[in-house]
């Protein structure tokens, strides 16, 4: 039985595992000494992404980054180049996470909160009357109470 195969040939320094997205946001690195570090992050996969920074990162380095959409995630820095850092995510980001980082747009509700005479008005017994009825059942249980132990 005969397989046949398309064999294509690639350049070796290109070694993605996933499509790349372009993609210019800002997000925030943290490397191991914990300070925060505002980047770029473009060229963004589910695998890794491409950042700018104008602070030198050692390569192999742990670093965690914080895009929005996609919390914070650790990744390893895999390769300099010179446009940047070439990162790799430790746990590939979902496709969730992909989605969210490439589409930021935030959805802001605004708060309204009622003024005092619509509060009112939403009331089903004004205070007085559920006073009275509050009292009024605790004197039922207290006379109930009291005639059970006679």
Not at 93 to 111: D, S
Not at 124 to 142: E, H, N, R
């Amino acid at each position: 039985m005969a397989l046949i195969a398309r064999v294509y040939r690639s350049d070796p320094d290109e070694r993605r595992a996933a499509v790349r997205y372009p993609i210019e946001v800002g997000a925030t690195l943290r490397a191991s000494d914990g300070q925060p570090l505002d980047v770029l992050v473009y060229d963004l996969s589910m695998t890794g992404f491409r950042i700018e920074t104008t602070e030198a990162l050692d390569l192999d380095a742990p670093i965690w980054i914080g895009i929005a959409g996609t919390r914070v995630n650790a990744a390893i820095v895999a390769r300099r180049g010179p446009n940047g850092y070439g990162c790799e995510f430790v746990t590939p980001i979902t496709y969730y996470q992909l989605t969210e980082a490439l589409n930021p747009g935030q959805t802001v509700h605004e708060m309204t909160w009622p003024d005092a005479s619509e509060e009112a008005a939403d009331e089903k017994w004004p205070g007085w009357a559920l006073l009275v009825l509050i009292v009024a059942a605790g004197a039922l249980v207290l006379g109930v109470t009291l005639l059970w132990l006679l």
